[in-house]
């Protein structure tokens, strides 16, 4: 699986996306600028984590807004896989490419702690090695995390089986308990929760293991 991991000015988690993607896949990622204007031929692009332009006007909204954004784009309406994680997830709702918005969390505080998600769905090819219901655990960090969409929007995300994973014991206020959510053609995952920080036994624990490896079977 060749994959990229698109960096710009205040993300601060990507060398943990490169580290668990190399170390599932194999291969070492491209890391790619914000202000290039093209992507290097990948199967899989990655927004991650982190506070780009320090989160000024919204979380994620400047960023949206650069040149690499309508490459990305370009990929996600071919198909290619693309994955929004904490910061990833915010700028790909800005942008466009998912419904809603990440708000303040409902406490006006910052949450950095392990929380416990359920998998909602396995039709997508970031769940498909998960099991249907199952309950796995996930680090959070952040303070804008709080999953904002109008009715239309969320019966759609309901009824299209477009909820990727959900909060058991939500910690932000996010509505419905939405932690993660899939595009209209379902290869672009956005999600809060930090899967890559939870691969090998030394982070203590594998439940983030499974949606790399969906991926690299994809």
């Not at 320090?54 to 784009?73: K, N, Q, T, V």
């Not at 939405?178 to 030394?202: D, F, Q, T, W």
């Amino acid at each position: 699986m060749k994959s990229a991991v698109v960096v710009f000015p205040g993300s601060n988690r990507e060398r943990d996306m490169v580290a668990a993607l190399e170390k599932v896949g194999g291969h070492r990622p491209a890391v790619v600028w914000h202000g290039d204007h093209d992507l290097p031929k990948v199967d899989l692009i990655v927004i991650p984590g982190g506070f780009s332009y320090g989160d000024y006007l919204r979380s994620g909204a400047i960023a949206a807004r650069e040149p690499i954004m309508d490459a990305i784009r370009r990929e996600a309406e071919r198909g290619v896989a693309v994955l929004g994680v904490c910061n990833g997830f915010q700028i790909l709702c800005e942008a466009g490419l998912l419904p809603g918005v990440l708000m303040r969390n409902a406490g006006l505080k910052f949450i950095c702690k392990e929380v416990k998600l359920r998998v909602e769905t396995t039709d997508s090819a970031f769940t498909a090695r998960y099991d249907k219901g199952a309950v796995i655990r996930s680090p959070v960090a952040h303070g804008d995390g709080n999953y904002r969409a109008d009715d239309e929007t969320l019966a759609r995300l309901k009824g299209e089986d477009r909820i990727a994973f959900r909060y058991v014991g939500n910690p932000n206020g996010s509505i419905d308990d939405i932690a993660g959510i899939l595009s209209e053609k379902r290869n672009v995952l956005g999600m809060m929760p930090h899967p890559e920080n939870l691969i090998e036994p030394l982070n203590g624990g594998l439940d983030g293991r499974p949606l790399f490896e969906s991926l690299l079977a994809a």
